[in-house]
């Protein structure tokens, strides 16, 4: 027969110790307030776009513009002030903080001159850009009534 073994349980406690629980608290709380601060930041910027937002807002309003039927458009470049290089009202946005502002220039365009044309010739110049930037980081494009 085999002796009778008593199973021995360690002394030692499982779990975790106050001190352990205290350490990882502190460590908690000094790892999170950069990512509460973070996370305000983004919130408050929501009403005013970063500058990694900029680009995607720039294209979203050229596909705004470009969604319009061409007719719509062209009809746009015969409004007051006529067919020029300066910013066209019925696109343009003129509401909310000034850094904010989408500006859109569209004219007609004449390709072998290179220049806005006083004729038609079946093709758009679409450029948009911030109105705080200027026109130096413009998004642009052509608008052709056949394609």
Known sequence: MLPYRRLHWSLTQHGFAYVEVLLSAVLLA?????????????IRDVATPSMAARPPLLRAKMEEV???PFPVLYAATYVAGSNTTGANA???ETSGPAADQRTVVLYRYDV????????DTGLLYVSVYYTADGSANALTTLAGRWW
């Open 112 to 119: 072998s001159t290179k220049a806005l044309s006083a004729g």
């Open 30 to 42: 000094v790892l999170l307030v950069p990512a509460l601060q973070a996370l305000q930041s983004g």
């Open 90 to 92: 019925t696109f343009s």
């Open 66 to 68: 470009l969604s319009n």
